[in-house]
Each structure stands twice: as structure tokens, then as C-alpha cells.
């Protein structure tokens, strides 16, 4: 991910070889200080992949993380409240909101230092509109950092990869959440012996067609390409655009100064 002197980076390594006990990435270790006594904003978790000992340990770092959901009541996170906070670890409480994920009304411009994304971009209709209200409430510097699913090993397999090209066209034309542009091939193509929470041909069908309501479907399908794609589009310099096995791919990213800047950084 970061580049550091060779002899820096393994120093940081052995002091930290104890983590290797749990599932946390290694390359993860040298971006910790992007995280590390921040508050940052969280779209669609909590997310078990960002506890203590998992692949990517954000959690534990921060000193603060507020949670966006779409909705008071969704798949994933059963109910919630603004009211009861975003209770993202045990013994940490940030602040809920319910928003969609496009539309962060009530956060200002600059608000956190970091921005999570676990498994969410894909069930968006419109990823370059949630990107763009992203970055909006990030501080210049601040830090992108998506998990995607590696359509490779899931349900979406027979599926191509979304072009850049369609995102754009769709960040133009203000592609809303209730759109079923996709659904037609999602229908023909998701491999439904991998889903097994999706039940029956027609039971799948018929949660797809309320998608608006539960946010169950993968709109789109990424890959590690794709994903350098956006990040140069919004000159989000890149750290890391990388799979990890098996089913996940992990981007991350930064700010540079100015909002404007063209993305220097490279890739892992």
C-alpha cells in the first residue's frame, strides 16, 4: 500500500507481528495512521471486516466513526435509530444517520477525516453521485476506503464487469435508487446455488422488484480496473487497488490538498 523505507516498514512490521494471530491484512499496517485517532463516516455497516483481528482493523483505531444507512430498517442491520447512535464495536457509539447514501443532507462539507464503504457501492444505482457526496464531506486528505465484492466468487460470476462509461452516464443523467435499468440481466445471469439467502427463482424476483425498499440487488459489478478508473476521475490519489482473496476487493485512497489536484499517487 504505502511506500516506506524498507527498513522502516519491517521495523513497523515486528512491532506489530502480533497481529499476524488474526485475520488483518499485512498491507493494512502501514495505512493505520490514516485512521488512527480519526472520526470518520461509515456507508451501509457496521461491517464485521473492520472489527479488531479482522482483515481490515479500522475500528479499534478511530477515535470516532458515525454510520449512514439508507433506511430505519434494512437487511443487514435489522433496525435502527438517530436517536439510539450508530453502535459500530462494542462499547463504541458514533452518530446515525438515516440518509441515502447519494444524499447526506445535515453533514457538512469537510466533516470527517475518513470515509468506509464495505459491500454497499455495488447495490448502488448511481455509485459516481455517492462517491461525489463522499469526498464532498471528507477533509482535503482525508481517506476513501472501499471494500467491493470479487464478482469472481459470488453470485454475480456469470455477470460482466460494469464499464466506466455507463457509471458516467448515469452519474449524468442523476440515475435515481429506484431504478431497474439492470434488472433484466440480473435476473438471467445471478447464480442463485450461491445465494442462498436469495430463496427460489421467483421469490428472488420478487424481492428484486422491491429493491428500492430493501437495496438486495448488485447494480453493478466492479473489478480492481474499474475501480482505478474512478479513483482517477475524482483525483482521489490511489494507495491500494487490490484483491483479496476470496471474495473481496479492497481500494483506498486520499484527497490530495486541493479537491482539484490530479491523483500523483500509484498504485499497489
Known amino acids: 500500500m504505502v511506500t516506506l523505507p524498507y527498513q522502516r516498514f519491517m521495523k513497523f512490521l515486528m512491532d506489530r507481528k502480533d497481529r499476524?494471530?488474526?485475520?488483518?491484512?499485512?498491507?493494512?499496517?502501514?495505512?493505520r495512521l490514516l485512521f488512527e485517532g480519526k472520526i470518520g463516516l461509515e456507508i451501509g455497516g457496521p461491517s464485521g471486516v473492520f472489527q479488531a483481528k479482522e482483515l481490515l482493523p479500522v475500528y479499534p483505531c478511530a477515535a470516532r466513526i458515525d454510520g449512514v444507512n439508507f433506511a430505519a430498517s434494512t437487511l443487514w442491520g435489522g433496525e435502527i435509530s438517530e436517536e439510539a447512535g450508530y453502535r459500530y464495536a462494542e462499547g463504541h457509539i458514533g452518530r446515525q444517520f438515516v440518509r441515502e447514501a447519494g444524499k447526506l443532507e445535515g453533514i457538512a462539507d469537510g466533516t470527517y477525516d475518513f470515509v468506509l464503504s464495505s459491500h454497499s457501492l455495488e447495490h448502488s444505482a448511481n455509485p459516481l453521485k455517492c462517491l461525489a457526496e463522499w469526498i464532498r464531506v471528507l477533509k482535503p486528505g482525508g481517506a476513501v476506503l472501499l471494500l467491493l465484492p470479487n464478482s469472481r466468487f459470488t453470485f454475480d460470476h456469470r455477470r460482466p464487469v460494469t464499464s466506466f462509461q455507463h457509471l458516467l452516464d448515469d452519474y449524468r443523467n442523476d440515475t435515481a435508487e429506484d431504478d431497474l435499468t439492470h434488472?433484466?440481466?440480473?435476473?438471467?445471469?445471478?447464480?442463485?446455488?450461491?445465494?442462498?439467502?436469495?430463496?427460489?427463482?421467483?421469490?428472488?424476483?420478487?424481492?428484486?422488484?422491491?429493491?428500492?425498499?430493501?437495496?438486495?440487488?448488485?447494480?453493478?459489478?466492479?473489478?480492481?480496473?474499474?475501480?482505478?478508473?474512478?479513483?482517477?476521475?475524482?483525483?482521489?490519489?490511489?494507495?491500494?487497488?487490490?484483491?483479496?482473496?476470496?471474495?473481496?476487493?479492497?481500494?483506498?485512497?486520499?484527497?490530495?490538498?486541493?479537491?482539484?489536484?490530479?491523483?500523483?499517487?500509484?498504485?499497489?
Do not use: Y
Open 20 to 31: 499476524f494471530l488474526g485475520r488483518e491484512r499485512p498491507s493494512f499496517f502501514p495505512c
Open 183 to 268: 434488472l433484466a440481466e440480473i435476473l438471467s445471469l445471478h447464480d442463485l446455488s450461491r445465494d442462498p439467502q436469495a430463496g427460489s427463482a421467483e421469490n428472488f424476483r420478487a424481492r428484486s422488484l422491491r429493491n428500492v425498499e430493501n437495496r438486495g440487488l448488485h447494480q453493478h459489478v466492479f473489478d480492481v480496473a474499474l475501480l482505478r478508473q474512478i479513483f482517477r476521475h475524482f483525483s482521489i490519489n490511489p494507495l491500494c487497488a487490490e484483491i483479496a482473496p476470496p471474495n473481496h476487493i479492497i481500494a483506498l485512497g486520499t484527497l490530495g490538498a486541493s479537491r482539484s489536484s490530479s491523483s500523483t499517487g500509484q498504485t499497489c
